[in-house]
Structure formats: structure tokens, C-alpha cells
């Protein structure tokens, strides 16, 4: 019986599944299709004043890497201005966490989540754009808001109201 090897995976510049979530640009560069479940890579477009509210998910770990601009992140432990060069963690365990672009210019970060699973949810919530194309946020209304907490307890997330950690510091 012979070993199959799988060839590697190569996405260019502009390549992968893009999509807007929330106002950003994420594009998937691979997803848990490509690698068994096993993780997923996500390369994230944050324009100004934009990036996720409060949210957890207890079995993923969640890693950012800052490649240009930052990003103001906060969690229930306090909060971190992550700029270029900065690496953030968010280990499994369902830590509720959220990060800001807070500057007038675009944050680039590198997302790794283990096991892969944020990739489907940000599919399913996502309207397809192409690659430095931003929508405007979708409106927060009280039926969007249960439809996305719906949604996001599908997969292994818990969405909470804007508001739930500004009192971290």
C-alpha cells in the first residue's frame, strides 16, 4: 500500500474565497475543505473603525498576526494595541474577545484558527467581494442581530452586543 501525498496548496495575491464579514475583507486562503479540519488561514482586510464585536468560540484557537496597520484588541483579561509585527493568541476555551481598527488606515492581519470552522461561518455570513473590495457593514437591527447569533451558535460561537467589554481595561 502506497503513501498518497497531497500536493501543496498555492493561492496567489489576489486568490481564495473572498468575502465581506462585518464590514471587513476576508479572504480564505485555505479552509478546513483543504486541510481535513484541521485548520484554516485566513487573510484579513480591517478598514478604519472596522473588525468584529465581542464574540468567543470555546474550541477553536484563534492566532493574528499584524502585517500592516493595528489593531486595538480586547478580551475579558484587558486590552492590547496590536501593531505591525504584533502576534496575538487566543487560546481554546471560549475567552470573549473582539478587535478595532481604531487608525484612519487599513490593518492587515494573517488569522490561523485550529481547528478550521471560523472559514464556514464567515462563508455563510459573508457576501462575496473581490480582493480590496469593502462593503459597508450590514445593519445591526434586532432581527439581523438574533439571525446572526443564530448562525454563529452553528458554529461554535457565541456573538455578544457591542457593548460587553467596554468596560475592560
Do not use: W
Not at 499584524?66 to 475579558?76: A, L, Q
Not at 484612519?104 to 484558527?113: G, K, R, T
Amino acid at each position: 500500500m502506497e503513501n498518497q501525498k497531497k500536493s501543496p496548496i498555492t493561492i496567489d495575491a489576489t486568490g481564495g474565497k473572498i468575502f465581506s464579514v462585518v464590514g471587513d475583507t476576508y479572504r480564505i486562503l485555505v479552509g478546513g475543505a483543504e486541510s481535513n479540519g484541521a485548520f484554516a488561514a485566513i487573510d484579513m482586510l480591517v478598514p478604519p473603525g472596522g473588525g468584529p464585536g465581542p464574540h468567543k468560540h470555546a474550541q477553536i484557537e484563534e492566532s493574528f498576526y499584524v502585517i500592516e496597520g493595528e489593531i486595538e484588541v480586547k478580551s475579558e483579561f484587558g486590552e492590547y494595541i496590536a501593531k505591525k509585527g504584533s502576534f496575538v493568541n487566543i487560546p481554546k476555551g471560549g475567552v470573549v474577545h473582539s478587535f478595532k481598527n481604531k487608525t484612519d488606515q487599513i490593518a492587515h492581519l494573517l488569522c490561523m484558527v485550529v481547528p478550521s470552522g471560523l472559514d464556514t461561518f464567515f462563508e455563510e455570513i459573508g457576501k462575496p467581494v473581490g480582493y480590496g473590495e469593502f462593503l459597508p457593514p450590514p445593519p445591526m437591527d434586532p432581527e439581523s442581530v438574533k439571525k446572526l447569533q443564530s448562525i454563529a451558535e452553528k458554529h461554535g460561537q457565541k456573538v455578544y452586543p457591542p457593548e460587553y467589554l467596554d468596560n475592560i481595561k
